[in-house]
């Protein structure tokens, strides 16, 4: 089993159990690989999260220097754990996951990964935000981002893939992070114009919610499917990250509608990510994720990365019947 997407309480405000405590959870679990892909710093105070501000005592600067120092606390401690593994244990691969807040932040994350090229053997490619405005952060911030589209759900979602493909033509992340993490805080109750994407309490409104948004628009649709070709093209995985049902959602990062496209366009490279925070979260929501991807998405194969001696990142696929028979599923009941 595989993860390629975690976090820790050690690096990051909202994580809670120790670095060490997510790693010792996976090897109990049996995973074959378990990713470690703290977040990138941000450079900007413009992207400080009030959490963030609470332990930096108000003040911007710290709280950016204590980000960045603590970004290399985490290098330094990944390392150590990757170094400390023995042979047949879960593989253990050092990444960062990418804020994709703005083009400065993407030009950044370009400088970091070269410089640390030698610890960090890949990268998560996330969008958080859109218009600077975090989108998985809670309700008012995300109702304030679909202010700034001018009330147009159509147009917040067109600017997510148009920052996401910003992002992928310049880093050419080899995980794409949560595809589709506009959708966390999308109300149940929108109303949209089903034409124009436009909210509206018209005769002729329809709930969001109610449909597939990828494939109401083919304006969108035509974007979605740009970016997917373009991960195609340079080796690019999407992950099915299991968070989103941790969060209640009925499907995974992405859902089915998306997923099909995966697989129509970006030749279904799919690898499987729990983005734990805790413990508690290690391989959380698998067996719901197993089902989907058995009996909803039917894929014939998973993606997954390993790290061979030479210490280059090597893409590698497993059978489905490999997958779904791992000793891993048995533990999980
Ligand atoms: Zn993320
Ligand atoms: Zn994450």
């Not at 378990?34 to 332990?55: F, K």
């Not at 497993?318 to 533990?331: E, G, L, P, S, V």
Request: net charge negative; with cysteine.
């Amino acid at each position: 089993m595989h993860s390629h997407h975690s976090h820790s309480g050690d690096y990051v405000a909202h994580g809670v159990d120790p670095l060490d405590a997510m790693v010792a959870q996976a090897r109990k679990m049996n995973f074959v690989t378990y990713c470690l892909t703290e977040h990138m710093p941000r450079i900007d105070p413009n992207y400080i999260y009030p959490e963030e501000r609470e332990i930096g005592g108000g003040d911007d600067d710290q709280v950016l220097e204590t980000l960045s120092s603590n970004f290399e606390k985490f290098l330094k401690h990944a390392q150590k754990i990757k170094n400390d593994s023995i042979e047949g244990e879960t593989e253990i691969i050092i990444g960062t996951e990418i804020e994709g807040c703005d083009v400065s932040h993407i030009n950044y994350a370009k400088k970091l990964l070269e410089e640390k090229k030698d610890v960090i053997k890949f990268c998560v490619g996330s969008v958080h935000h859109i218009y600077g405005i975090p989108i998985d952060f809670d309700q008012e911030n995300w109702n304030t981002a679909l202010k700034k589209a001018g009330n147009n759900l159509k147009q917040l979602i067109i600017d997510y893939f148009e920052l996401q493909y910003k992002q992928l033509t310049s880093l050419q992340p080899l995980v794409v992070g949560h595809f589709d993490l506009f959708k966390l805080y999308l109300p149940k109750d929108l109303k949209i114009n089903p034409l124009t994407g436009q909210v509206s309490d018209d005769e002729s409104s329809v709930l969001a919610s109610s449909i597939s948004l990828i494939n109401q628009w083919d304006e969108l649709r035509d974007i979605v499917i740009r970016n997917l070709k373009y991960i195609r093209q340079y080796g690019g995985l999407i992950e099915i990250n299991t968070s989103a049902l941790r969060k209640k959602l009925p499907e995974p990062y992405p859902g089915e509608d998306l997923c099909e496209l995966v697989k129509e366009y970006c030749d279904g490279r799919f690898v499987l990510s729990d983005d734990a925070h805790a413990t508690s979260q290690v391989g959380v929501c698998y067996a719901e994720a197993l089902n989907f991807i058995i009996n909803v998405i039917k894929l014939d194969r998973i993606y997954y990365l390993t790290e061979y001696k030479n210490l280059s990142i090597k893409v590698e696929q497993m059978d489905i019947n490999k997958f779904k028979n791992h000793k891993f599923w048995k533990a999980l009941q």
